[in-house]
């Protein structure tokens, strides 16, 4: 069965520096996103990408990120300035099209510790 | 403020019966509801999805109902085997946007 892939399984990166986490979307996909949890806590939305543009973002989705599909298979979260509060699993999720609510499949995430 | 609540304490479960879970919202006028899994340091893995004008969808061992009048999702899994041991999320999709906002989820042990 098709999934969502993501790369790395987990990030560890020093304060200041900037990462980016990567994911392949499942192919035939059209919507995009990316979700955050925080260790005991719940998933949060943070940014959602359709027709190569944002459609809709969280309050979480500073300035200091971004998102971009550099080509037609990645779908890539950049972090400019990474905060020791950016420690989580991201998530990043794909669905088929927005018509008669489809689900969104997730991947297993990468884990991002920020020493 | 909308809040997305489920049971905090772990249901422990005897294999063979159902486990039954509670998803309450308030302030949100959900078109849609998923349930998902989580096992440990894995991503959310889909289930079911459940629309507004439905009461009950079925898959498998699994059956979601949704009653939008008690603002309530019912989650139960018959025949509880100890691989249905992990967290499950409730997750709401709202008309007109593309995110879903999940409550914290309700963890399940099955004892053999």
């Known amino acids: 069965e098709p999934e969502v892939t993501q790369t790395p399984s987990h990030q560890v990166t020093q304060m200041g520096q900037e990462v980016i986490l990567r994911c392949v979307p499942i192919?035939?996909?059209?919507?995009f996103y990316w979700y955050r949890q925080i260790l005991g806590q719940k998933v949060e939305f943070l940014v959602s990408?359709?027709?190569?543009?944002?459609?809709?973002k969280s309050e979480i989705f500073d300035d200091q990120f971004s998102v971009e599909r550099p080509d037609g298979s990645n779908f890539t979260l950049k972090i400019r300035s990474t905060k020791l509060e950016d420690s989580a699993m991201y998530f990043c999720?794909?669905?088929?099209?927005?018509?008669?609510?489809?689900?969104?499949?997730f991947g297993d995430g990468t884990r991002l510790s920020i020493l | 403020s909308q809040k997305i609540e489920q049971n905090s304490e772990a249901l422990n479960i005897q294999e063979g019966k159902t486990a039954t879970l509670t998803c309450n919202y308030t302030?949100?006028?959900?078109?849609?509801l998923q349930w998902y899994r989580q096992d440990p340091g894995r991503g959310p893995v889909f289930l079911l999805l459940?629309?507004?004008?439905?009461k009950e969808k079925r898959k498998e061992r699994l059956k979601v109902t949704f009653d939008t009048t008690l603002k309530q999702s019912l989650f139960h899994i018959t025949a509880s085997q100890p691989a249905d041991s992990a967290t499950y999320l409730c997750?709401?999709?709202?008309?007109?946007?593309?995110?879903?906002?999940f409550g914290k989820g309700n963890q399940v042990v099955v004892i053999p």
């Open positions: 999720a794909s669905r088929f099209s927005q018509g008669g609510y489809q689900p969104q499949h």
């Open positions: 192919s035939n996909h059209l919507y």
């Open positions: 990408f359709y027709n190569n543009e944002i459609s809709e």
């Open positions: 302030n949100y006028s959900p078109a849609y």
């Open positions: 459940i629309r507004e004008n439905e």
């Open positions: 997750a709401l999709g709202t008309r007109g946007n593309n995110r879903l906002a």
